[in-house]
């Protein structure tokens, strides 16, 4: 059960609000499976950091949060909008998804993004949103989604190097923390352990 779990503090003794989870995930099914069952986990006033490099497979997680979730009309990759409400099915909390990658600054610019007031009905999830979202909640689940290069990424100096067929179906590495007291005792490693088949 406690597979995968890193305790985080260098300081010895010192218990911060941090729950600590690290495993690979293998294939978008997988991810998409991660995003529903970090779903069964999810209420209203939760808010999720998505960080992970272009293509690192942040909307395909939020896909299966969506679905999780049970809300209406499926997650999308937003191209204009930076933000979507996906109002539950049921009577579960809806799923408010934006995308920053776009915003240089902080909470100011999507000001009238209302995510504050969306907060307490919603789980709200935000690619690109470490840096930028913090002060909206005490709480937070930060989803890193690391995808391994081959190289260091300079650039592609000879031209024509397609970087989505590079390591586009590599494994995830797939980190999870929880800060704040919403996510204190929570068990993220059970959702990190490999399927069973
Ligand atoms: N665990 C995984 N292993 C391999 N491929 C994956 C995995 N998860 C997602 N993918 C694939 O990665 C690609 C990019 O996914 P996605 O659009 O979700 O990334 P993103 O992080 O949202 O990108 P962007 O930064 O452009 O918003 C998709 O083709 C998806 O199928
Ligand atoms: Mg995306």
Do not use: C, N, Q
């Amino acid at each position: 059960m406690s597979a995968g779990t890193t305790p985080t503090g260098e300081h010895p003794g010192r218990t911060d609000d941090r729950a600590h989870a690290t495993g690979t995930v293998p294939g978008a099914d997988r991810t998409m499976r991660l995003g529903r069952e970090l779903a069964a986990l999810l209420r209203a006033g939760d808010l999720v950091l998505l960080s992970g490099e272009l293509g690192a497979g942040k909307t395909t997680l939020t896909r299966g949060i969506g679905e999780g979730l049970g809300v209406r009309s499926a997650v999308a990759s937003p191209t204009f909008v930076i933000s979507r409400v996906h109002p539950s099915l049921g009577d579960g909390p809806a799923l408010v998804h934006v995308d920053a990658y776009r915003l240089a600054g902080g909470l100011e610019e999507m000001e009238d993004l209302d995510l504050d007031l969306a907060l307490p009905e919603s789980v709200v999830v935000v690619e690109w949103g470490e840096g930028k979202v913090e002060e909206l909640s005490e709480s937070r689940l930060l989803v890193r989604l690391e995808r391994p290069t081959g190289g260091e990424g300079g650039g592609p100096a000879d031209g024509g190097t397609d970087w989505s067929a590079l390591d586009g179906d590599a494994p995830r590495v797939v980190t999870l923390t929880g800060v704040g007291p919403r996510w204190a005792g929570v068990d993220l490693a059970a959702l990190l352990e490999p399927a069973d088949g």
